[in-house]
């Protein structure tokens, strides 16, 4: 089984978060009106977006952090136990509040403050600042992080062109894989395991918002007001059975460490490994077919056997091509205010599947998925090997098949964890076998 029981909430932690970010809001007009906007045009809560408090270091705070969870390490207070910010005791004076974003020069002009901040950090650097607010001693910056070491920018846009640009589409999958590690390599020896990772997932959430309209809608809501993608939880990746090993050794050159396992049962046939890049903060879902006795294995490194039959997340592959290659993610989940965005969404055309997970401390729904056409080569290549019906190829040339989603997501009193329970139905409705879709565009 997975091992999804590790992450509890944290409502201790929680409570401290959620007051010190209240004593920012009471005396900071900025603060108070950048969470106003990010509810009613985003759909996000500013909660999501804060990167770090830096607050005066006292003995009642020090005690405060150590009673709710946090511990400190090269100077650093942090949360192993769930999702906060970090943060930072500083000598007496002004408090500050991080809000992170994918660029700060984007913030700035979004914000109409062009020509009346300063941004710390050279264009391109690992880690850029501004300080955009100061109101009663307390003030609010926005920061973006790539990770890794300065290098020279000709060498981030050399690489990261490389990655947007990367062939995603071979006659044999493993030399896609291949063909990416060599893209990969190339720029870990140039800028260190960190950023190429940051810069890899960069390109990556490009193509798959080239391919999702829901995507698109939400992505531009986001930069109106210079925030970007910097709210993302997890991406999501599907792959065959053949490549799942391939996949895994990949992302662990990336600097991926394996977390927890999910299973979501026997009657659901497939399973994922979570992994984590502790350093960039980028989560992956990896999803692939799984046998009830192969959860108990190590799935993650141990090829999986080949098989003809093929469930939910082989089908989909099948169809469209690996998450990691051809298709692109299957989704990306984003951290929301959930009511908010389903309904701020749905007069752009983008309509919310049911809840699959509605608990008092994790929310999810899929938007509907988008609709791709599958190659006439992929549908003869299945039906010639009676992996899908002869209706079922007609379905496919006709209909298309579901393609990728936005995953809306909402996390309360820090809970880090996924629903292992109920996600099995979710999953069924995504089947391509089964889903209701309209004709392909």
């Known amino acids: ?118 941004i710390e950090g050279a264009p391109l650097a690992p880690t850029r600042t501004a300080r955009v607010a100061k109101e009663h001693h307390a003030e609010c910056w926005v920061i973006e992080r790539h990770g890794g070491k300065p290098v020279a920018a000709e060498l981030v846009l050399k690489h990261l062109e490389a990655f947007r640009l990367r062939p995603r589409d071979f006659d044999d999958e493993i030399d896609g894989f291949a063909a990416a590690r060599g893209r990969n390599r190339a720029a870990i020896a140039d800028l260190g395991v960190d950023r190429t990772c940051d810069l890899f997932f960069q390109a990556e959430r490009e193509y798959w918002q080239i391919r999702n309209r829901a995507a698109r809608i939400q992505k531009a809501r986001q930069d109106a007001l210079g925030l970007g993608w910097a709210n993302h939880d997890h991406h999501t990746y599907r792959s065959g059975r053949d490549n799942f090993a391939p996949l895994i050794a990949l992302l662990e050159e990336l600097g991926f460490v394996c977390r927890e396992r999910f299973y979501a049962g026997k009657e659901a046939g497939w399973g994922a490994q979570v992994l984590e890049q502790p350093n960039v903060g980028v989560v992956i879902f990896a999803d692939v077919d799984l046998s009830p006795e192969e959860v108990t294995g190590d799935f993650a490194h141990e090829p999986l056997p080949h098989r003809k039959e093929l469930g939910t997340v082989g089908l989909w592959c099948a169809l469209h091509g690996e998450a ?118």
């Open 324 to 441: 990691f290659l051809q298709a692109g993610m299957h989704h990306l989940e984003c951290q929301f205010a959930f009511d908010a965005a389903r309904d701020q969404l749905k007069p752009h055309g983008v309509d919310a599947m049911k809840p699959f997970t509605d608990f008092a401390f994790l929310r999810q729904a899929f938007t509907k998925g988008e609709v791709w056409p599958v190659s006439e080569k992929r549908i003869d290549a299945l039906l010639k090997a009676g992996r899908i019906t002869t209706e079922q190829a007609v379905k496919f040339r006709t209909d298309g098949a579901l393609g990728s989603h936005l995953e809306i997501l909402q996390r309360d009193d820090g809970y880090k964890g996924f629903n292992q329970t109920g996600i099995n139905e979710i999953i069924l409705k995504t089947d391509p076998r089964h889903a209701e879709t309209a004709h392909a565009r």
């Open 1 to 118: 089984m997975g091992t999804d029981a590790m992450w509890t909430t944290q409502p201790a932690a929680a409570n401290f978060v959620r007051e010190t970010l209240d004593g920012f809001l009471e005396v900071n007009g900025f603060i108070s009106h950048l969470r106003d906007r990010m509810l009613h045009e985003t759909g996000t809560r500013l909660l999501d977006w804060v990167a770090r408090f830096a607050l005066p270091h006292d003995e009642g705070t020090v005690r405060r952090l150590r009673e709710v969870g946090y511990a400190e390490r090269g100077g650093t207070w942090s949360h192993a136990g769930g999702m906060f910010p970090d943060v930072t005791l500083v000598p007496k004076g002004d408090r500050q509040l991080y809000v992170k974003v994918e660029s700060v020069a984007d913030f700035v002009l979004a914000q109409g403050l062009t020509g009346t901040v300063t």
